[in-house]
Nanobody, 128 residues
Framework: QVQLVESGGGSVQAGGSLRLSCAAS????????MGWFRQAPGKEREGVAG????????YYADSVKGRFTISQDNAKNTVYLQMNSLKPEDTAMYYC?????????????????????WGQGTQVTVSS
């Protein structure tokens, strides 16, 4: 099992920045993909950024390209989401996700179906 704990959310004005952190523990050596998702009230969960741990490509939703950056610190088992030029429409609960299961179907780093472990979420609120 993999446990995920997010932190770094908060309230910021439009144009500001936040950095979210996701600390992983447990069977972290099994993790093959990780991602950040968000969900606003009344909306579906949306994949924001993600990657396969064995590859170098980073995946981003069109709505955040050029503003958000996903990165990892393997020594700390931590994944980050740097969010710049924040907009009111970025307001949502942000979740970290990981997949440790090596078998089964693969749906891509921006699909919620890809993952089998989720954090509890951290709230991001952007005011205009």
């Amino acid at each position: 099992q993999v446990q995920l704990v997010e932190s770094g959310g908060g309230s910021v004005q439009a144009g500001g920045s936040l950095r979210l952190s996701c600390a992983a523990s447990g069977y972290t050596y099994r993790i093959n993909s990780m991602g950040w998702f968000r969900q606003a009230p009344g909306k579906e969960r949306e994949g924001v950024a993600g990657f396969y741990t064995g590859g170098g490509r980073l995946y981003y939703a069109d709505s955040v390209k050029g503003r958000f950056t996903i990165s990892q610190d393997n020594a700390k088992n931590t994944v980050y989401l740097q969010m710049n030029s924040l907009k009111p429409e970025d307001t949502a609960m942000y979740y970290c996700a990981a997949r440790a299961e090596p078998s089964g179907s693969w749906y891509g780093p921006l699909s919620a179906a890809q993952y089998d472990s989720w954090g509890q979420g951290t709230q991001v609120t952007v005011s205009s």
